[in-house]
């Protein structure tokens, strides 16, 4: 009786089973894969998605520092969060796909078919999440960042899956993709599409209107994004999705000086409560966006103190008074402005970026007054801290080299000044000055050795405690181990900051002076070269010391005043040329005139005075200063400029002139002329003396001498070359002909007096001899720098100068190479990494970089050039900016 029971069982599930196959299209089967599918594969599959988007919105920290993106999920680091999760989703969805699909059509009924019976006979599946499982797969594919596999899906539901609901949401999710890709056209598209659909779901105009200002967010198209924004705001049901559309919307008003707008739109993000991060940036962002004109700042300033004063937000405490001093600077309180931006880089530990832009906002308060002493040394800071992205970077790096430039033209007139009023007192007084500064070095020392014992015994009480502690470890926690037992913890924190302080994780975090770390790390590696009597002088303690650099003789007080005199006509050219401020470039010429009357820049000094007082509109003091250079010196280039309205035009053709004359010279040589190019080499020499081409011609003269008259002639005329254009580069090719001559038999006889070898000067000679005036000099002992050339509007120069740091972080972690970009011109920049002691280390980076696939991939080659360039060459391309000619040099100099 069992046994007959037993088979029919079977025999049902055996039935019903056969008829779910996946190659039936029946009424049980479509049920029994729709169940199964829905409630068991695709469910967890779905869940599993859900965890990694949780993982996702938790695990991912927003940069308040830059304008948030639409979605968290577009950040890169993101993929990782949640990868696991993504990948059992896609498990899931594709065990359902093979599982359940049912691509077999329905037993065709006889019976006329309704509209409905005929969309039914038309699907590509006939399992009814079949649909939703491609679209989990591509969602899951999307996050893990694999997007070009998730376009496939998304796709797929498109074009198979049309009749269904899912179709929209692929048409979403394929937008939201191709943006990620920077398919930016396809996605407008797709968006248009959605956008002109009369059947779309209201349900999803939110999001709709979120991927879309996501698409205009992503090309910066901030005006195009704001009405996206304010659409996304209103159709968006969930209220954390709102906030973030609003801190977004904020952020855009706040870009573009829409203030009033800002602040309302930060007090509502304040007023939905999301996240703490980020009410606490719409806090500080509101501060910074608030107008005195607009209303009261007492209520915004009250909260941000109520802030400042909350324990839980003591490493925010920078960022705190960082928005108060914005609101005080803002109702022009300057004083409680300059002292909440010093509290605010004070008391910031981790954020280096909120630290550059506390001292950039104490640096441009002090240039604005100008006080320039104090804005160098907060421009100087900020350098120290701010990051290469950031928009300014290279306007303040340029501002703060300028400024560094400026500041030690001063001190050296400070120093030299207060060293010649030193020298000038009595001896006794002179030694009481000096033995108080040694008296104050000492007292400062024994300070430090106090303190240093007292940490010395506050450790050492530190260590009794933890021994007591494990002695005892009912009083301990049970004997965990110290990171598992918070109360340890606490007492390690509380002895750490009582006796270093808040310090920020990093090398050397004992010192507070990394430059005393940097001038230590610099002394080990430098030869020891000092003698004794060096060393003796170096001890900050000794009379001697000081007294190396006080000017007690006639020989080195005249060396302070023409450092003073050097100092001030620099000073004077920065204030003119880089800074502008005319009233500050006058005086300070004035000055120098004044102190030093026969000074050898007195000429030049009366000459931009003519031009600086002509700018400030001061006629008379600009004529003053033209009439003296007339009358004192007649002669003068400047006196020419300024009685003859030609005078720099005729500059201009005489050279062109000489030019001329020099390719008629070059040509007699090449014709074998020698007699007429000695003649023209003595014309030019009379009549057109210190021309820029006289290294050339002289050189010509003389390789035309050792033709005419022999070589013994020739010598003497190439060593007056080297003597009187040392600099130059003929200078170089006169020493490699003499130093060529050395191995020939010279013989008086004109015509047999060099042998064969001589062919090779005579070839070396000629194209020498055929170049146009030098500009750049090859010498490959000098120091160099590796430079792109870089298309302004063509190129994204962060990312390439990202890139490139990028890639000496990874390639060369010991070598602190300097990266940095400076304008050309108003087409082209240049990116420079600096610096290689020589030739031969400059062209093994150039190779080593071109070699690396990352650093200009998705960069056009015809958009910049690669070059080598030695530092004087650099400086100067940078005066001429002819990119051409230096092109041709590297060509020839260094492939």
């Not at 604005?368 to 104090?374: D, E």
């Not at 300028?402 to 002179?430: G, P, W």
């Not at 003859?644 to 035009?649: A, E």
């Amino acid at each position: 009786m069992y046994k007959q029971y037993y088979i029919l069982i079977v025999f049902i599930i055996l039935f019903i089973f056969s008829g779910c196959s996946t190659k039936k299209n029946t009424i049980l089967s479509r049920s029994y894969h729709n169940l199964t599918a829905h409630y068991n594969t695709y469910f967890n599959g779905n869940e599993s998605l859900k965890d990694g988007v949780k993982k996702i919105s938790t695990g991912f920290k927003d940069n308040y520092n830059k304008t948030l993106p639409a979605f968290t999920h577009s950040d890169p680091s993101t993929a990782q969060l949640a990868s696991s999760d993504m990948d059992i989703a896609i498990k899931k969805a594709s065990k359902a796909i093979t599982m359940h699909s049912i691509r077999v059509k329905p037993n065709k009924k006889k019976t006329a078919k309704t509209k409905k019976q005929k969309a039914f006979m038309k699907k590509n599946d006939y399992c009814n999440w079949i649909d939703d499982c491609y679209l989990l797969m591509g969602k899951a594919n999307f996050y893990k960042h694999e997007f070009y596999t998730a376009a496939e899906s998304f796709e797929f539901v498109i074009s198979k899956f049309n009749t269904e609901q899912t179709r929209y949401q692929a048409m979403m999710w394929l937008a939201k993709n191709n943006n990620e890709l920077g398919r930016y056209i396809k996605s407008k598209e797709i968006l248009d599409q959605i956008d002109g659909e009369r059947k779309f779901p209201k349900k999803y105009k939110g999001e709709v209107a979120a991927i879309f200002a996501d698409y205009y967010l992503k090309q910066k198209k901030y005006d195009d994004a704001i009405p996206q924004l304010l659409t996304a705001i209103e159709k968006t049901k969930k209220k954390k999705d709102r906030a973030r559309y609003k801190f977004i919307l904020a952020q855009l008003y706040q870009n573009v000086n829409e203030s009033s707008k800002a602040t309302k739109l930060y007090a509502d993000v304040i007023k939905m409560n999301p996240n703490y991060e980020m009410v606490f940036n719409a806090q500080i962002n509101r501060s910074a966006s608030f107008e005195s004109s607009y209303g009261n700042s007492k209520e915004i300033k009250k909260q941000l103190n109520k802030m400042i004063r909350d324990d839980k937000n003591i490493d925010y405490l920078d960022q705190l008074y960082y928005a108060v001093a914005n609101i005080y600077k803002k109702e022009g309180n300057e004083k409680e402005a300059i002292e909440n931006y010093k509290l605010s880089a004070e008391k910031s530990v981790s954020n280096d970026y909120q630290k550059a832009i506390s001292f950039l906002a104490l640096a441009d308060i002090y240039y604005s007054k100008p006080i320039y002493k104090n804005a160098q040394a907060y421009y100087d800071s900020t350098m120290s801290f701010l990051p290469t992205d950031h928009p300014d970077y290279t306007k303040i790096s340029l501002l703060s080299a300028n400024l560094n430039e400026l500041i030690t033209h001063a001190n050296v007139i400070q120093f030299q000044d207060s060293v010649q009023l030193i020298a000038k007192m009595s001896e006794k007084d002179r030694n009481n000055l000096i033995d108080g500064i040694i008296e104050k070095i000492k007292e400062e020392e024994r300070r430090q050795q106090e303190e240093l014992q007292q940490q010395q015994i506050n450790s050492m009480i530190f260590n009794q405690n933890q021994q007591n502690s494990k002695l005892n470890p009912e009083n301990s926690g049970g004997g965990k181990w110290y990171f598992y037992n918070q109360g340890m913890i606490g007492v390690g924190m509380s002895e750490f900051k009582r006796k270093w302080g808040t310090r920020k994780l990093e090398d050397n975090w004992r010192r507070k002076n990394k430059a005393i770390v940097m001038s230590d790390t610099f002394a080990e590696n430098t030869e020891q070269t000092s003698t004794e009597s060096n060393k003796k002088t170096s001890n900050t303690k000794s009379r001697e010391f000081y007294l190396t650099e006080i000017p007690l003789t006639d020989s080195m007080m005249l060396a302070s005043n023409e450092k003073i005199v050097d100092a001030y006509f620099n000073l004077g050219k920065v204030y003119k040329e880089k800074f502008l401020d005319y009233k500050l470039a006058i005086s300070t010429f004035e000055e120098l005139n004044k102190r030093f009357p026969e000074n050898e820049y007195l000429l030049t000094s009366y000459y931009y005075l003519y031009q600086l007082n002509k700018l400030e509109n001061n006629q008379p003091r600009s004529d003053f200063y033209k009439n003296l250079i007339i009358e004192k010196y007649p002669d003068s280039k400047y006196t020419k400029a300024l009685t003859n309205p030609n005078y720099l035009k005729e500059i201009e053709e005489g050279q062109k002139k000489i030019f001329n004359i020099y390719a008629e010279a070059y040509s007699d040589y090449e014709n074998e002329n020698y007699i007429k190019v000695l003649e023209t080499c003595n014309f030019v020499e009379n009549q057109y003396a210190d021309n820029a081409l006289s290294p050339k011609f002289r050189f010509l003269k003389a390789i035309s001498k050792g033709k005419v008259n022999g070589p013994s002639e020739m010598i003497i005329e190439l060593k007056s070359v080297i003597s009187d254009f040392p600099k130059d580069g003929v200078a170089e090719y006169a020493k490699n002909v003499l130093a060529k001559m050395k191995t020939l038999d010279i013989k008086d006889e004109s015509g047999n007096s060099i042998t064969s070898e001589s062919i090779d000067i005579e070839e070396k000679t000629d194209s020498i001899a055929s170049k146009e005036p030098e500009l750049y000099n090859l010498n490959e002992s000098e120091v160099h720098f590796y430079m792109i050339i870089a298309a302004t509007k063509k190129i994204d120069e962060n990312r390439l100068q990202f890139n490139i740091i990028n890639f000496n972080t990874d390639k060369y972690p010991k070598t602190d190479y300097n990266t940095s970009t400076v304008e050309l011109n108003d087409k082209y920049n240049i990116i420079t990494v600096k610096s290689f002691d020589d030739k031969t280390s400059a062209l093994k980076y150039f190779n080593s970089i071109n070699k690396d696939e990352n650093v200009f991939n998705n960069f056009n080659s015809t958009n910049y050039n690669q070059v080598i360039i030695s530092s004087s060459n650099f400086a100067s391309f940078f005066k001429n900016k002819d990119i051409d000619k230096y092109m041709i040099f590297f060509e020839n100099n260094y492939k």
